[in-house]
């Protein structure tokens, strides 16, 4: 405990002269954690609607008419027979009405006294379908039946999603590379600073006869605490700008508790590493 | 207690700062060390609480033995040397007692026994009253004093003051002196350098001649 007080009180005395520029390294450090903390709040939701859409891959395949109930029971056992589809449900025209109507609300189809819409089978289909020319050969198949009209496949877009998750995630290991070197000279040049800065006092406590980890020690918990409050600021703004992005466009998903701990720890750990890395001559 | 054995100095490949040095002083004495500015007697000082390594030659100090001594010990031996210093060198943002009680802090002394000591001392050198001043509202006379508490706190081998009367008027400079003595008439080691060879006459012990980094002799 006292030992605690003693490296608290030697790390105010270390910066008590120089609050500006901890203060402006402070921000520093904020701000470049706030990159690919963003990223990395964007790659998980990216990844998440990811695996989502991959869960629920669905083919709609359009019809030209509407079928009796029998005619449609017989046609899905016909689709259920092909490689690669794992269910199939039949949509009336109805059906699409309502689920039209409880998606957007009734004004949207207000003006129209005819149901535009038409009947579809709804397909689950396998992984191996997202394989572009597993995903052709599929749908050539179903279009050959002469009851379908069309048919849409999202695959494509999941297959392009993945490309850019791919890329969001490079830019995100690139950007906390980039931002693991910032910090770590940001807080070295605070540190060294705050040692040249009490040089005189260094050298006295070394004549007394204290060792290196112990002049040392305030200095490197006090790059930690730097790291770790500009950490903890990151986390709070991460927060606000998610929080405000799904208030106004989509519901995106914040970090999980122990991610939080693990960002923190993170600019904590860095913060150490660089007052380490400006000990000198000490 | 201290033992030199034709120790050298030089820096890099200049002139030697000490040439060939031998002496020894015993437990319990006050010796001082004079010459003329550039003899050496820094240097001399310097070697002994390691801010320097010989060049050759083999000092021990007690039971430490300067000339192996690896870097980690270096800590450990300043625990058992005192050093004071012409320009004071207390820690301008603490106070009087918290200088003093900085070199019982190193060694890990309990709370307890810190205020004790650090009080103990400061009595014992005069400067009790002052205790909670910083070194910025002491006079010199009264900064040395806090020096001298802070060497002589840790009960070490041997105390060593380089010029301490240096920034010191007659009668502080004498007052000083007289204080180091009372602490050897107790029982410290003490070495003191200056070129004031008269004020060290004045006090009848022993005093080492240094020349250009050579030993010329000694007289009383
Ligand atoms: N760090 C150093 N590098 C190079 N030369 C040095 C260094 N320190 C001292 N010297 C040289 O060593 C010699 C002895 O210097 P030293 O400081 O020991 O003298 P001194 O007797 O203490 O003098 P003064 O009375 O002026 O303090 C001088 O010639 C000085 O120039
Ligand atoms: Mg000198």
Redesign the interface.
Known sequence: M?QLI?IAVEMW?AV?FELLPTFGSLLTIFLAMILPGIVWVASKNLSRAESELRKNLVMNVFLTGELSSSRADSLKNQFLRIGGVTGAGYVSRDDALSRMKARFGGEILEGLDENPLPSSFELRVTEAVLEPRAARALVTRLKAFPEVDDVVFAGELLSRLGKVLRSVKMLGYALALLVAFTAIFIVANTVRVAIADRR??V??????????G?ILTPFVLLGGLLGLVGAVISVFALAEISGYISRSFVLIKFLMPHEIVAFILTGLLLGMLGAVVARENI | MLTLENVSKHYGHRQAALTDISFSVGKGELMFLTGASGAGKSTLLRLL?LEEKPSSGAITLGPFNLSTITKEQI?????HVG?IFQDF?????RTAAENVA??L???GKG?REIRRKTDDALRLVGIWHKRNNYPHQLSGGEAQRVAVA?AMVNDPLVILADEPTGNLDEQNSRDLLALLRDLNLSGATIIVATHQVGLAREFGRRILHLLSGTLQGESR
């Open positions: 006292r003693r005395r008590k005189k006092t050298e006295i406590m070394q004549l007394v006869g204290a060792t290196r112990y | 609480y800590p450990i031996l300043r625990r050093v060198r207390l820690i301008p943002e900085l070199a802090e190193v060694v709370r802070r």
